[in-house]
């Protein structure tokens, strides 16, 4: 048999095997990812026999453009030998790797695999080694995409967990540790393989993923989305485009106090907000379902990429906790490695209170948070909208913490913590001379808790002491952030080197 209709023979065999499990084929995913005609592969018959009608290996791997923009791509493909990893897939792939970050372009993943194959002993297990090392090495250089499209079993599951961002589809994607079979055996337990690993558990409950596509195109699409905000490496400026003054973004600006409720404690969907207070309204956002008391994204303001990190009164008033800590500060630090600006809208009560927080960790990973924009080096502008409380205020890209600009809406209540909680703790003793009668205990309560709160519950101290840059309308919030943004286009980046890393909490 000859290359071609070896190659042809392979691709029907592809098609039967693949279209019976509702998913495409390799090569058809990678027909439909890229441009058209875009695709160059490399070692295509590396680890083949053709005289034995087997061409290659269980990767596929090459070079190819998405809207013009070049990357590499590694795909694998579960036709042979259920997509798992060998000597020969591990050496094509981290050829890859190597020339991604020699010619530092992003690298896309299309993962369906049975993991490390099981017939090539731990030499599998050596190339996913192999592969977790260059991953770490090219994380925060070159953007890193993977796509779950099928399986992701075994510890290899980590090379994904490794990248920047893991997309899944509704059906068909699954991650799991220890399959279905392994933990009836080891525990006991029943569980189906999408309570185990599916898209929906990994995108709403334990955030390992950043996007839940519909189907294999609409993940295609988010990895063209995410594409347009991302430079190819860490030392190019993030895309941009030549932006027209919108009237309609214009509109949009201008109305944004009808978006958000006079009463702190009403809540409102901060996405609105975002939406109109960037370009056209075009908010993409990461992990959308995951933590949603905190809401991250891209978005471009003047024709400029940012990532925007927003408090979201809707789900649990806006309270920071354990993931939504983790969330925004992977994402800060996503935006820091490759260079978009952060931008920070707050409307935060505080931290969310009670022992089921405390015990799963608020202080080690909410110190993520403080440690994510401390470290920042990129142009960090924030805006408090209606309020910021004790800690949550100072975490969420405070001045103090290393906010280039910080403002506040004319009305935001920026305190230690709220009147009743301060006077229940200040005012003790004058309560309680006010009683016994509970009502008049009560009535003075609610009086001093209005004192309290006309005298400390604004912005003007943190105006006054220098954390907040100024008082800005509502309406005037885009050009502000716009302004900034502008004004910071040239900020020092240069790191120190005084130390071989950090030692953040992890
Ligand atoms: C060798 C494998 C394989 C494996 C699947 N196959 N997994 N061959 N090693 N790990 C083969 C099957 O024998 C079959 O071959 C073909 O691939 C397709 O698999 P099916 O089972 O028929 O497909 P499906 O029913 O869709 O099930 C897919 C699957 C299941 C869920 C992935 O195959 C599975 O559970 N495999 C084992 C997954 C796993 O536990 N992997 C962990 C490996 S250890 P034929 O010839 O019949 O077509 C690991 C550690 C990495 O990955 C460590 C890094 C640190």
């Avoid at 050829?95 to 599998?124: C, F, N, T, W």
């Avoid at 895309?239 to 978006?259: G, H, R």
Wanted: aromatic residues 6%; proline residues 5%.
């Amino acid at each position: 048999m000859d290359y071609a209709s070896a190659s042809a023979a392979a691709e029907r065999k592809a098609k039967k095997t693949q279209h019976a499990k509702g998913k495409k084929t390799a090569r058809e995913r990678i027909a439909s990812l890229l441009d058209e005609d875009s695709f160059v592969e490399f070692g295509r018959f590396h680890g083949g026999d053709v005289t034995q009608g087997f061409l290659g290996a269980a990767v596929i791997t090459g070079f190819g453009e998405i809207d013009g923009r070049k990357v590499a791509l590694y795909v694998q493909d579960f036709s042979i030998q259920g997509g798992t990893l060998g000597k020969v897939e591990g050496v094509k792939i981290c050829s890859l790797l190597d020339k991604a970050m020699a010619m530092r372009i992003p690298v896309i993943s299309i993962l369906d695999s049975g993991g490390a194959r099981i017939q090539e002993g731990v030499q599998g297990l050596s190339e996913y080694g192999r592969i977790f090392r260059r991953s770490c090495k090219a994380s925060g250089m070159i953007p890193q995409i993977s796509l779950i499209l099928g399986p992701s079993a075994g510890g290899a599951v980590y090379s994904p967990a490794l990248t920047d961002f893991v997309i899944m589809t509704r059906e068909n994607s699954h991650m799991f540790v220890t399959g279905p079979d392994v933990v009836r055996a080891v525990t006991g337990e029943d569980v189906s393989s999408a309570d185990l690993g599916g898209a929906e558990l990994h995108n709403v409950q334990s955030g390992v993923a950043h996007y839940l596509g519909e189907d294999e195109e609409d993940a295609f699409g988010y990895v063209r989305s995410l594409l347009t905000y991302l430079p190819s490496h860490c030392d190019e400026m993030p895309p941009s485009y030549t932006y027209k003054p919108s009237a309609a973004d214009e509109k949009a600006a201008a109305a944004v106090k009808d978006l958000v409720p006079d009463n702190s404690r009403q809540p409102y969907n901060m996405v609105d907000v975002v939406e109109s207070l960037v370009d056209h309204g075009e908010f993409v956002q990461v992990q959308e379902h995951f933590a949603p008391s905190i809401i991250i994204g891209f978005a471009c303001i003047n024709g400029e990429s940012v990532g925007i990190v927003a408090d979201q009164p809707m789900h649990n008033a806006g309270t920071l906790d354990v993931d939504s800590s983790e969330k925004a500060a992977r994402f800060v630090r996503c935006c820091d490695a490759f260079g978009l600006p952060v931008v920070t809208l707050v409307d935060v009560p505080g931290y969310r209170p009670g022992a089921d927080q405390e015990q799963a960790g608020i202080i080690r990973r909410g110190a993520k948070l403080i440690f994510a924009y401390a470290n920042a080096t990129v142009p960090l502008v924030t805006i408090t909208l209606r309020k910021a409380y004790g800690g949550a205020y100072i975490v969420m890209g405070s001045k103090s913490i290393g906010a280039d600009f910080a403002y506040a809406w004319p009305d935001a209540e920026i305190a230690v913590m709220g009147a009743d909680g301060a006077v229940s703790i200040l005012n003790r003793r004058e309560i309680k001379a006010a009683g016994p009668a509970p009502a008049a205990m009560a009535a003075k309560a609610k009086e001093l808790a209005e004192e309290y709160a006309a005298q400390n519950i604004n912005p003007n101290l943190s105006v006054a002491t220098g954390e907040l840059d100024g008082i800005i309308s509502p309406e005037g919030t885009r050009q502000a952030i716009a302004e900034s943004l502008e004004v910071l286009r040239t900020k020092d980046r240069t790191h120190s080197g005084l130390k071989r890393h950090n030692n953040g909490p992890l």
